[in-house]
């Protein structure tokens, strides 16, 4: 399936569904990365690789989220995009977007969701005192972090962590579960068809 992958800054987890890609057998095949920052740096990163990029700045369609998201559309119908991987996508992105690409759209999230949706998740697993933490990969639906889980995978949380020191030890485990969930999401999508 053709994959366009969404960001807004570092795109670590942009990278590791690129390097995942390079095998023929992976089910999807990135034609297009897209960045509503035009100094995200995940840009550089994937043009690097030799993967069409474009940036849509959301600031210059002032309040209109329909406007911006209209833009990017077009630049997903016109590469013929087949699924979408939010990774580090920080727009709240409409309903009409969302029913446009239902099914059809999938997000990483740094919790064990249905816990702590938003932002600042690792904070929160820490002040809560849990003992686990992790990320998720999710299909997106209208509320925010909210769709369907397609895959999860946890860290411990240990004495005297920080919101830091807990993200670099869940972001490596991002990077093995987003390809892995993608692949499974793509399985889903052709037994549908
Ligand atoms: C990741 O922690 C992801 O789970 C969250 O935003 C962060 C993006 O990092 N949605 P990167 O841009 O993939 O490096």
Not at 145 to 153: H, N, P, R, Y
Request: some cysteine; overall charge negative; glycine content about 8%.
């Amino acid at each position: 399936l053709k994959l366009a992958i969404l960001i807004s800054g570092r795109g670590s987890n942009m990278k590791a569904l690129l390097e995942a890609a390079r095998d023929p057998s992976f089910p999807a095949k990135p034609v297009l990365v897209l960045s509503n920052r035009p100094d995200a740096k995940g840009l550089e990163t994937a043009a690097d690789e030799g993967i069409p990029t474009a940036a849509i700045d959301h600031k210059t369609f002032g309040k209109d989220r329909e406007a911006f998201e209209r833009a990017m559309n077009e630049h997903l119908e016109t590469a013929g995009v087949e699924i979408i991987a939010l990774a580090g996508f920080m727009r709240v992105l409409t309903p009409w977007f969302v029913n446009t690409w239902e099914g059809r759209m999938i997000n990483i999230h740094p919790s064990l969701l249905p816990k702590y949706k938003g932002l600042d998740t690792h904070q929160r697993a820490i002040d809560a005192g849990d003992a686990e933490a992790g990320c998720t990969v999710h299909w997106v639906s209208p509320g925010v972090d909210d769709g369907e889980i397609i895959q999860q995978a946890s860290v411990p949380i240990l004495p005297g962590d920080t919101a830091d020191a807990l993200a670099n030890r869940i972001l490596p485990v991002e990077h093995a579960l987003y390809p892995e969930a993608l692949a499974k999401a793509c399985e889903s999508i052709k037994a549908r068809a």
